[in-house]
């Protein structure tokens, strides 16, 4: 098999579910409709072996974690994600492996109605870069920029699992139940995409967390030159960290990546309507703190004192 059959066999049979798609793979570029009074937005990731994801795991898994953390940069952006580009490294042409992959691209590109457009195919240490292109209402993408003092801070789900599953990699007298609970976690971590419309109606700034809250939060922080203080007995940490860890959960729970829960921020007069709109669609998202003018971060302990709080999270260099 050559590059030109592989990229027939494993990547142009995955059926492309727009009709905006106007050349798919096989030319020298992609071509797509943009509707009126829509912006584009496009990000890319990359998922390297031995950082991001372990060799031996399942080629079907590490595609689709590489199309979800994907789709949750366009969750976090309040963007529909529509089409997709993989540039693909490979130290070998492994039909059975590339098999899985493609059969994990097709599985979790499918419910999002996502189109892969185009891509390149080279051979190297293996690695995976996905280039991941939504729309959104002109002017509706939430950014990273408009926190303002007195807005509440949000966070989409519990936080930490991701994390104790890459501390419990090698862990062998772990409960099974509980180790599959983890690594489904960390495997097939669940984008964001149903909070879409509340951000663009609620939100004035927002970011997945894929390095540690902390540390996004900070990103927050940053770029809307605010701080924040956090309110520690309101952040959900996932019950596991709790049953296994101790003190370490709130560590874990404020500097452990992976998680793809969404950090938000909402002015306070907003909030009621918020949680109102959320309880009617069954979905709970949790308060942790407020936004203030002093830069920084901070977390309110359960006896109200108050400490400073170093971003932590993953960073590659
Ligand atoms: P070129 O030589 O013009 O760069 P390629 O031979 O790299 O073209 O690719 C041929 C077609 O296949 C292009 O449309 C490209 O977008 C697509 N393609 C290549 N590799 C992949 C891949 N891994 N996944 C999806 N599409 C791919
Ligand atoms: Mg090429």
Redesign the pocket.
């Known amino acids: 098999m050559n590059?030109?059959q592989l990229?027939n066999q494993f990547?142009?049979s995955i059926p492309a579910l727009r009709k905006d798609v106007l050349l798919g793979?096989?030319?020298?570029a992609?071509c797509v409709q943009i509707p009126p009074g829509m912006n584009l937005l496009v990000s890319t990731d990359t998922l390297v072996s031995g950082i991001h994801f372990l060799p031996e795991w399942d080629a079907y898994d590490i595609a689709c974690k590489a199309v979800m953390v994907n789709v949750s940069d366009m969750a976090a952006m309040a963007a529909e994600p529509c089409w997709l580009?993989?540039?693909?490294t490979l130290p070998n042409l492994d039909p059975q492996w590339l098999q899985a992959f493609s059969k994990g691209l097709q599985d979790s590109l499918m419910p999002y109605r996502i189109a892969?457009i185009?891509?390149?195919?080279t051979k190297g240490p293996l690695s995976i870069t996905l280039t991941i292109m939504g729309l959104v209402p002109e002017g509706n993408a939430v950014t990273r920029k408009g926190a303002k003092p007195g807005d509440v801070i949000w966070v989409s789900g519990e936080l930490g699992e991701a994390a104790l599953a890459v501390k419990w990699l090698d862990k062998e007298d772990a409960p099974e139940s509980e180790k599959e609970q983890l690594m489904n976690k960390l495997l097939h971590p669940t984008p964001r995409i149903d909070l879409t419309h509340y951000l663009r109606s609620y939100a004035t700034s927002a970011i997945d967390i894929s390095d540690g809250l902390s540390a996004d939060l900070n990103h927050i922080c940053e770029e809307s030159r605010v701080g924040a203080c956090l309110d520690q007995g309101a952040i959900p940490i996932a019950p596991l960290l709790t049953k296994h860890l101790g003190k370490e959960a709130l560590d874990l729970a404020l500097a452990g990546g992976d998680d793809y829960e969404l950090c938000f921020t909402v002015p306070q007069a907003r909030c009621d309507a918020l949680i109102d709109e959320l309880k009617k669609n069954k979905l709970v998202c949790y308060p942790i703190g407020t936004i203030e003018e002093e830069l920084g971060l901070r977390i309110k302990r359960v006896d109200g004192h108050c400490d400073l709080l170093a971003p932590r999270g993953y960073s590659h260099f």
Do not use: R
Not at 25 to 28: F, Q, Y
Not at 85 to 88: E, F, K, M, V
């Open positions: 590059e030109f990229i990547f142009k793979i096989g030319d020298d992609a580009t993989l540039a693909l892969l185009g891509g390149d195919t």
